[in-house]
Structure formats: structure tokens, C-alpha cells
């Protein structure tokens, strides 16, 4: 299940912001290695909500939770059993 | 007494008397030397500003023992109290015009520390925290009166740490100051000496130099606000803290995004942080983003000053981030733009169109608006 949610996570991340080619880590900093900024940041958030059907709220849009992959995967697994 | 004696007699002092003192007692010390240095500037304005923090403090021991919904209700309280003081004061003159108050020195910051903090301890990413702690972190005295506005837990864990003298430290600090000194009075003064003229009345010169004048604008304006940073981070070096950087070569970035990135960073992150996240973060549409950016930039600006060049200013660079951003979308698409910054000639230009860019922003960051269109009348006529 996890995998399966980091492999979409990944392909939207790539198709995104990579153009469809190259690779990401999962522990890979989205926002230190200058892949995002704090406009992908907001993509990325609402490429969450509708493809995974989380409601995200203002407090819990902040970096520490989309910062990577792995986070990302954390964040979504942590609503889905709050919800 | 002359301020700048006073300072540095207040600055000896300071250090002295932290140094001396056990690890225990140095951050009340600290705390009274920064509110001796507010109430230099107003006792009634420093005693809000206590008043503030009192309240935020308690504000922040309710919030550990509430729930979900009893914590939303005091965090939106804070939150109401702190931003309405900031705009009450702020735009007092421009829309309440209330007994002539005049705008309490350093309310903007103490303003962001206490809501990063108050928002921080909601998200429960700070816990157990002293008044002591809270009053010195938002007071603290180099960061007082122009920022960075660093973060508490960054800031809290140096206050935390025992530490001793350290002459390096010291030397650092002081080179800091030095390059602050130099940055303001001999670069970015001598400079305004030069291109205010110019710049007052663009009609008396050649296009030419109306243009130099611009581009040395931004140079003044840059020396002038990052000699300020500088001194900050130096003084406050000399008491052992590391404060977070506010600039880093915003000049040389090669794209609008990456200098925003760049450039105040403390209060830019701020309201990244604070308002375009918080406020479209959670909308999951496109077009409320590309909204949110222009309006993060109006805000930003807006909150330097209230006026009608700020207004436009901030318009200018919400649009600049936005074109830059669409940009984005058409890179994606077509594999020509992909690689396109790499290249030596057009990152060259790159470079060149943002730092033009950046340039031309500052004619309304530095003149009302009738002069700014005189000058770009005189540039473009």
C-alpha cells in the first residue's frame, strides 16, 4: 500500500517538476535541493487533497509535511486513519 | 546624548555584564537590557509590547490542555489581537487617523515572532517554554528594531546552550558589524548622494544616467538594508547567538523566484510560512494559487509601507512570480526550455532580465508614485 502511494507520489513529483524524466529519492529534501518552491509546495498539496481525497488543513500546510517523499506517504497515512 | 554613544556605551555594558554572569542569569539579563533598549525608543509602546507577550504566554499554556476546537478558538483569538494591533498602528494615520499615534518602533517583528510563536505552539512544535524564554526571543535587542526574525526553536536552543566566551565568535561578530558599517554609511549613503538628485528630478539629466541611477538604486537599497542585517547578526554575535541570514546574494539569482527566495529571507519566509500556505494552501485549485501568489506579494508589500507605490510594487512582483511561474508550465512542455538556465549566454541574460527587473521595482519602493512615472516618463519618453 505504502509503496504503491510513494510510486504515485514519484510520478506526479517527476511529471511535474522533472518533465517527465529523470529520478527522485525518497528521503530526497523536495524544497533544499531547489526541485520545489513554495509554489510546487501548494501543487503538491492539492495534488494530495484530490488524488487521495485528504483534507488538508491551513495549520498542517507547512513544509515539515511535504518535505519529502517519505513525509509526504507519512502525512497521508497519519489523515487517513485520523479520518 | 548622542545615540550612537549611548548605544555603544549600552552595547559595552551589555556584553560585560552577560559574560560575567553564570549561564542562569544571563538570559533575564538579556531580557532587561532589551526592554532598557525599547524603552529608550517609548516606555508606553515597550509596555504593549510586554503586555503582548504576557498574553501570549498565557494564551499558550491554555492551548496544552485543549482540545481541537477549544485551541482553534485561541489560537484565531491571538491571532485577531496580534494582526489587529499591527494594522491599528500601521495604517492608523491612513484609515483610522486615531490621536496621531506614531507607529511603535520594532511592532512589526515583535508582531511575527509572536505569531510564529503562538502558531508553532497550536502545531505543537514547541512545548514548555518560560516567559523568560518567550520575552527575550521576541525583545532580543540586536534583532529589536529591523529583524531577521528568526525562529524560536532555532533561537531558544541557543539560549538553552551553556556557552562560554568565545574569541572567534567575538571576532566574527565584529567583522559582521563592520562590513554592516561600511555597507550603510559608506556604500549605500555615499551612493543615495549620488542618484537621489537624479532620481528627484529625472528631467534635468540624460536618459543614460537616469538609467545608471536606477540600477544604483538597487545597489543603495540592498547596502542599505543588508548593512542593517549585518550589524543585527554581528551584535548579536557578540552575545554567542547565530541569527538566521536575511540576505543571500539576491543580486546574482537568474530568475524572480530564486531572488524572492533570496531576499529577506526572515520575513519573506514569514509570510510564506504564515499566510500564502496557511491561506491557499489547502484551496486545491490553480488559479487560487496563482491568486495567492499575487496577493502574498501585495501583502508583503503592503505591510513595508501603505501607499499607493507599495500597492503597485507589490502588484508588479505578484505578476512577475506569476509570469515566471507560467514559464514553468511551458519549460515542462517543450524540451528546448528544459536545459535553457545552464547555458552560459542565457543564463547570462536571465540574470540580467531579473536584476533589470528587481531594479526597476525599486522606483516605487523609493518615490511616491507621481515621481516614480516621472522617472520611468524620462526612461521610456
Do not use: A, E
Given at each position: 500500500m505504502q509503496k504503491e502511494l510513494k510510486g504515485?507520489?514519484?510520478?506526479?513529483?517527476?511529471?511535474?517538476?522533472?518533465?517527465?524524466?529523470?529520478?527522485?529519492k525518497e528521503d530526497e529534501s523536495l524544497f533544499e535541493s531547489g526541485l520545489i518552491d513554495s509554489f510546487g509546495m501548494l501543487e503538491l498539496v492539492a495534488f494530495v487533497q484530490k488524488k487521495f481525497g485528504v483534507s488538508v488543513k491551513p495549520s498542517e500546510v507547512m513544509i515539515e509535511n511535504f518535505s519529502c517523499v517519505n513525509k509526504i506517504v507519512q502525512f497521508i497515512d497519519k489523515k487517513q486513519k485520523g479520518s | 546624548m548622542d545615540k550612537i554613544l549611548f548605544f555603544l556605551l549600552f552595547l559595552t555594558a551589555s556584553f560585560l555584564g552577560y559574560w560575567f554572569l553564570p549561564h542562569k542569569s544571563r538570559s533575564p539579563f538579556l531580557l532587561i537590557a532589551s526592554l532598557f533598549f525599547a524603552f529608550s525608543f517609548s516606555a508606553g509602546y515597550s509596555c504593549l509590547f510586554l503586555f503582548n507577550i504576557v498574553i501570549i504566554h498565557y494564551i499558550s499554556n491554555i492551548l496544552k490542555n485543549k482540545n481541537d476546537r477549544g485551541k482553534v478558538f485561541y489560537l484565531r483569538l491571538s491571532l485577531l489581537w496580534l494582526i489587529g494591533n499591527l494594522c491599528f498602528f500601521k495604517y492608523n494615520n491612513l484609515i483610522f487617523n486615531f490621536a496621531n499615534l506614531l507607529l511603535p518602533i520594532g511592532i512589526s517583528y515583535v508582531t511575527f515572532r509572536l505569531i510564529h510563536y503562538i502558531v508553532e505552539v497550536y502545531r505543537g512544535n514547541i512545548v514548555n517554554t518560560s516567559f523568560i524564554e518567550l520575552a527575550v526571543y521576541v525583545l532580543f535587542f540586536p534583532t529589536f528594531l529591523a529583524g531577521p526574525v528568526d525562529r524560536f526553536p532555532r533561537f531558544n536552543s541557543q539560549s538553552r546552550e551553556i556557552r562560554k566566551f568565545e574569541i572567534a565568535e567575538f571576532n566574527y561578530g565584529l567583522l559582521r558589524i563592520i562590513y554592516g558599517v561600511i555597507k550603510k554609511a559608506v556604500i549605500a549613503d555615499r551612493l543615495a548622494g549620488f542618484i537621489m538628485p537624479v532620481l528627484h528630478a529625472p528631467q534635468g539629466y540624460p536618459r543614460g544616467i537616469v538609467i545608471l541611477s536606477v540600477y544604483g538604486l538597487a545597489i543603495q537599497l540592498y547596502m542599505d538594508f543588508s548593512g542593517y542585517t549585518d550589524m543585527a547578526i554581528g551584535i548579536a554575535r557578540l552575545f554567542g547567538y547565530k541569527i538566521m541570514e536575511n540576505f543571500d546574494k539576491p543580486y546574482f539569482k537568474k530568475n524572480i523566484a530564486l531572488f524572492w527566495r533570496s531576499w529577506h529571507i526572515?520575513?519573506?519566509?514569514?509570510?510564506?510560512?504564515?499566510?500564502?500556505?496557511?491561506?491557499?494552501?489547502?484551496?486545491a485549485s490553480k488559479a487560487m494559487i496563482y491568486l495567492g501568489t499575487v496577493v502574498t506579494m501585495v501583502v508583503f508589500h503592503l505591510w513595508h509601507k501603505a501607499t499607493l507605490g507599495f500597492l503597485f510594487l507589490g502588484i508588479y512582483h505578484g505578476i512577475g512570480l506569476l509570469v515566471w511561474q507560467l514559464f514553468q508550465v511551458v519549460k515542462r512542455k517543450y524540451s528546448f526550455f528544459k536545459n535553457v538556465h545552464s547555458y552560459r549566454w542565457p543564463g547570462l541574460i536571465s540574470w540580467f532580465i531579473t536584476f533589470s527587473f528587481v531594479s526597476f521595482g525599486c522606483i516605487f519602493f523609493n518615490s511616491n508614485i507621481t515621481s516614480a512615472f516621472n522617472i520611468i516618463k524620462r526612461i521610456f519618453m
Open positions: 504515485q507520489i514519484k510520478d506526479f513529483i517527476i511529471n511535474t517538476f522533472l518533465g517527465g524524466k529523470g529520478s527522485i | 526572515s520575513v519573506y519566509s514569514w509570510i510564506r510560512d504564515y499566510f500564502f500556505f496557511p491561506v491557499f494552501g489547502c484551496r
